[in-house]
């Protein structure tokens, strides 16, 4: 069996700057789409706030293996079990959900282990490899 190669602690720092400039951009486009109208109801602004930050991840995760920031740079998260596929996307949500109350110090943990997988992954079974 071929050791895979996992990506480096900068490859995910790349693809987390691109999920903040994506999930600015989305905050902009709806913003820009609510001002539109005269009175956009509270539930309305909540559910897209809650779609942005707090779905965002989960979703493309858990059905494309990875957010677009990951799809960019190349890297996906895959079952460590089954490199082949995604992680569920109740998973999904228990990994984001770790990932941000831990925030940086979850994902400065790659450098620790073989495999390079942060906190966040070890606690769902989740690992982040190279896209082939």
Known sequence: MID???????????AAFVDVLVL????????????SFDN???GIRIAAFIFIFGLYDPIFTSML????GHMIIGIRV????????????????????????L??????????????????????GSVVVYNK
């Open 4 to 14: 895979q190669d996992y990506p480096k602690l900068i490859d995910r720092i790349k």
């Open 65 to 68: 293996g990875g957010t677009l």
């Open 78 to 101: 895959k079952k460590e079990s089954n490199q082949k596929d995604n992680i569920s996307f109740l998973l999904a949500i228990i990994r984001f959900i770790i990932k941000a109350l």
């Open 40 to 42: 956009v109801p509270d």
């Open 24 to 35: 600015l951009a989305l905050m902009v486009a709806v913003s820009s789409i609510f001002s």
């Open 103 to 124: 925030g940086w110090i979850s994902l400065l943990t790659v450098t620790s282990n073989k495999k390079r997988k942060a906190i966040h992954d070890s606690v769902v």
